[in-house]
Structure formats: C-alpha cells, structure tokens
C-alpha cells in the first residue's frame, strides 16, 4: 500500500478526509505563502501547488539507474488553499478582529464565492510521477448582519482562522440565507471534486 499525505494543518480538512474513509498521514506545508495572481481561482491553485509541492520535496526519494526519480512506497500529496471573493477582493484569514470585522460587514447581506484550489503531486514506486491542480467555486449568500451580531460573532473567536472570517459548519450558520455548490468545498476540501479528479487521472485513493 501507498501513503496519501494532507499538506495541510487545517483540522476542517483532516475531518473531511476522515469521514470519506480514507487513510492518511498529516504533514502540514511551513514555508510562506507567495501570491503572484489576481484571480481567485489563480491564487488558490497557485498556493495549493506551493503546499503540495513543499510537502511532496521532503518525501525520500532515490535515483535509479536510469536516473528515474524513485520512492520506496507509491506517495500522493494533496494540498489545498480556500479564499472567499466579494466582487474584486480577495478575503483570506483575517489578521485581527478589526480585519474580520472589515469582512463581515463587506460579506453582509450579499453574495460572495468561495474558491478552494487543489492539488495532488504523486510518485509511484515504478517511477511514475506527476501532478495535477484544479479549483472547486461555490457561492454563499449571507444575510444582513448588524454592528451588534458582527461583534458577538467576532467575539466568539470563530473567524479567526477561517478566509472571509467566517465558519459556514460554526456558529455562522445562523446567518447562511443560501448555497450554490458544494458545501464541503466551503469548509475547505472539495471532496467530491478530489474523488473524481483522482478517478480521471487513474488512482483509486481507497487502494492506494
Ligand atoms: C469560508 C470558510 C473557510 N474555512 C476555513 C478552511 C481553511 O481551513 C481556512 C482557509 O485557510 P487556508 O489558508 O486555505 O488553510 P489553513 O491555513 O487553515 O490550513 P493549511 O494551509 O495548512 O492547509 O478557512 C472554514 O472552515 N469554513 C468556512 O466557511
């Protein structure tokens, strides 16, 4: 059997990858994140590329005698990165809780995207290597919050490691009028999307 390694330190990610099943070992990106994109869907399969690949470069490999690039097990390395978008701003996690104010009263009564980018870098024990990165878009509507519910809200904790300051499985539920999409893209991890990526590029992560 392979190893499926999560690039990610994310706890909403990991239950994710729990409750489809799957087995897998947690190793969490370090290095800084460089933006050189404008578009959302850009900037998260930009940062989703640097986890995974961060990550899959700390997996041993060896050179054959071909000069293959080899591995001792069949690895695959999923990295992810989640934004939220209201028309031309780019909401990642807020630095302060006067930043998550300034979302939450940006993300009141309107509707915004959520863009979560992923991307899989693997290597098989015969030499076969690759990688792959696409992005999943839902749409949220969120209801009008008042001063008074944005500084209960913030007051909670909850936004405070989460892109657009909010948590859609938290104690934002409240305020959640509408969904377009998949809601587990949302919460961080399209999981859906990853199973049928995998299915197209021929990996069956349950047999890995
Ligand atoms: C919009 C939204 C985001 N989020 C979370 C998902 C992500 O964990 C986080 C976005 O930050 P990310 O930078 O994508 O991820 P992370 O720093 O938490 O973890 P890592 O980089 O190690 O993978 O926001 C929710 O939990 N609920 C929501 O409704």
Known sequence: MGQIILASASPRRKELLEQIGLEFEICPAKGEE??????PEEVVMELSEQKATEVAAM?????SGHGEL????????IGADTVVACDDTILGKPKDEADAKRMLTLLSGRKHAVYTGVTFVFLDKNGRAGAHTFYEKTEVTMKPLSEPEIDRYVATGEPMDKAGAYGIQGKCAIYIE???????????LPVARIYKELQKLGIDPYLW
């Open 34 to 39: 460089v933006i050189s994109k404008s578009a």
């Open 59 to 63: 997996v041993k490999t060896y050179e």
């Open 70 to 77: 080899m591995t001792p097990q069949d690895i695959l390395v």
């Open 178 to 188: 509408g969904i377009e999409g998949d809601y587990n893209n949302v919460v961080g």
